[in-house]
């Protein structure tokens, strides 16, 4: 049976374009048809991010750099979002679901075809110990904004940065039916991830 391997989970409108269009193409559907449903939803898209561009780019929320912590989706998908959508700069990411080593170095070329010339380092590491030494190591250039399990709250709030929990174990939120995939998935990163960068000054 004929199937589409798509490297990167869609997240948000510069992956899940890509994403439809390669759908569309390996599914015989007319690019027309297929331009107009992406048109469609990147209009609303980037109509709901200019309205809070002033937000985005406020100097003292936004993060200038960040790391995820997360299974190999999780991390690729939210980098390529973080760096290609807002044109974050990457430290290092961390790939922790153990992923075979046969195709490690393909999933480190991924992290490297990010906008703007950017590329980003990953180690694949499942020691926590490491991983929460590396982050301390770092110099993000002012408070990191660290993406992962609950396990990396605590090395986040010791550099005085932003935590979003977005990998297991989850002891913050109840999630029954939710996910940042996709442009509506985009959009729901986005407001999580403010949503913690603005509480800082409350």
Same mark, same amino acid.
């Given at each position: ?20 269009? @390669? ?11 297929? $331009? &107009?449903? #992406?048109?469609?939803?990147? +209009?609303? =898209? ?59 170095? @393909? ?11 950017? $590329? &980003?380092? #990953?180690?694949?590491?499942? +020691?926590? =110990? ?73």
């Amino acid at each position: 049976t004929p199937y589409l391997h798509y490297k990167t989970l869609p997240i948000g409108a510069t992956e899940t374009s890509k994403f439809l269009r @390669e759908v569309g193409k390996f599914a015989g559907v007319d690019e027309a048809k297929v $331009e &107009a449903v #992406v048109k469609e939803h990147e +209009d609303y =898209y980037y109509y709901l991010i200019e309205r809070y561009a002033d937000l985005f780019l406020e100097n003292r929320v936004i993060n200038k750099q960040f790391s995820v912590v997360s299974d190999a989706h999780y991390a690729l998908g939210i980098t390529k979002f973080l760096a290609n959508d807002f044109g974050l700069v990457p430290a290092k990411q961390f790939v922790v679901d153990d992923t075979p080593k046969n195709v490690q170095e @393909e999933i480190a070329e991924e992290f490297k075809k990010l906008n703007y010339g950017l $590329e &980003a380092e #990953v180690a694949f590491e499942t +020691d926590g =110990y490491k991983i929460h030494n590396e982050i301390r190591k770092h110099d993000y250039h002012g408070y990191p904004l660290v993406l992962g399990s609950y396990y990396e709250k605590e090395v986040t709030e010791e550099l005085k940065g932003n935590f979003l929990n977005i990998a297991y174990p989850v002891q913050d939120k109840v999630v029954i039916d939710d996910s940042y995939v996709g442009y509506t998935g985009g959009i729901r990163l986005i407001e999580d991830i403010y949503t913690v960068a603005v509480s800082r000054f409350n």
